[in-house]
C-alpha cells in the first residue's frame, strides 16, 4: 500500500512539475514576443523620425544620405517584426523578408517603375544570419535604386541580384 501511494505521489509532483515548466515557457515565449515587438515599435519610431527630418531637407545628397539610414533600420525592424509576428523566434522566412524588405526600399525611394521578379526558396534562416543578410540585400538594392535611376526615375530598368544560400551544415 506505501509502494501505491509513493509512487502516485512521485507521479502528481513529477505532473506539476511538467505544468510549472510549461507555465515557463509559456511566460518566456510571451516575454519574448513583447521584447520583439517593442524592437520593432521603437525602431519604426526611429524610420518616422528620419521621414520627418527627410522631408525639410533642401539638399538632395542629404536625402538620400537619409534615405540609407531609414533603409537600414527598416531591415533590422523587419526582422524583428517577422519574429514578433509569425511567433518563431528563432527564424526568419527568407522569401517573405526579401519581398518586404524590397517593397519598403522601393517606397523609400519613391520609385513606382520597379518590378521585382524573386525566386527564393523557401527557407527560415536564424536571427544571427538573417540580420546581417538583410543589411546586405539592403545594401544592394538601394545601390540599385541609387544608382540605376540616378538622373532619370523615369527610366524603366532591369537588373538581376542572385543569392546563393549554402544551407548545407557548417
Do not use: W
Not at 522566412?93 to 517603375?113: F, H
Amino acid at each position: 500500500l506505501f509502494a501505491i501511494f509513493y509512487a502516485r505521489k512521485i507521479n502528481y509532483e513529477d505532473i506539476q512539475k511538467r505544468i510549472q515548466i510549461d507555465k515557463y515557457s509559456h511566460n518566456n515565449e510571451l516575454l519574448l514576443s513583447e521584447i520583439h515587438h517593442r524592437v520593432k515599435n521603437n525602431l519604426n519610431v526611429i524610420v518616422s523620425f528620419v521621414n520627418l527630418q527627410k522631408r525639410k531637407m533642401k539638399n538632395d545628397e542629404s536625402v538620400i544620405v537619409l534615405n540609407d539610414v531609414q533603409s537600414r533600420v527598416m531591415a533590422m525592424s523587419l526582422v524583428h517584426s517577422n519574429l514578433y509576428q509569425f511567433l518563431d523566434f528563432d527564424e526568419v522566412n527568407l522569401n517573405k523578408y526579401v519581398i518586404e524588405l524590397s517593397e519598403n526600399i522601393a517606397e523609400t525611394y519613391e520609385n513606382p517603375n520597379v518590378d521585382f521578379d524573386f525566386d527564393i526558396p523557401d527557407v527560415h534562416i536564424n536571427i544571427d544570419t538573417i540580420l546581417p543578410l538583410g543589411l546586405i540585400i539592403n545594401e544592394s538594392i538601394t545601390n540599385s535604386f541609387k544608382y540605376s535611376f540616378k538622373h532619370d526615375k523615369s527610366l524603366v530598368s532591369a537588373c538581376a541580384m542572385v543569392i546563393f544560400l549554402n544551407t548545407a551544415a557548417a
